[in-house]
Nanobody, 127 residues
């Protein structure tokens, strides 16, 4: 049974930083892609970053240079370091996992490609 649990969300002023964590359990695939998505009410869930088992990363243009996706050495925890936060970064953030996928170039997989999801964590950035 695969489970993903996010933490680290909260409220911050513009220009501040937050680090999100996503603890995984029951995950045993050797080839995979882990990603972070975000969603605001009335809009589609947006892919913003992904990392594969070899450490290749990809970012959406809206967060590139400000956000960093990483995983711990045991690959049990996924992180999203968010710096220089803007009010438009306000959203519910979700981590997700997909087996059998690699990161290729600048391609961000759509939500339909992911097999497992966390419950989400709210990030609010005030001006």
């Amino acid at each position: 049974h695969v489970e993903l649990v996010e933490s680290g969300g909260g409220s911050v002023r513009a220009g501040g930083s937050l680090r999100l964590s996503c603890e995984t359990s029951g995950w045993h695939y050797s080839m995979y892609c882990m990603g972070w998505f975000r969603q605001v009410p009335g809009k589609e869930r947006e892919a913003i970053a992904a990392i594969d088992e070899d450490g290749r990363t990809v970012y959406a243009p809206s967060v590139k240079g400000r956000f960093t996706i990483s995983q711990d050495n045991n690959k049990n925890t996924l992180y999203l370091q968010m710096n220089s936060l803007k009010p438009e970064d306000t959203a519910i953030y979700y981590c997700a996992a997909a087996y059998g996928l690699h990161v290729y170039g600048d391609w961000l997989y759509d939500r339909k490609e992911y097999n497992y999801w966390g419950q989400g964590t709210q990030v609010t950035v005030s001006s």
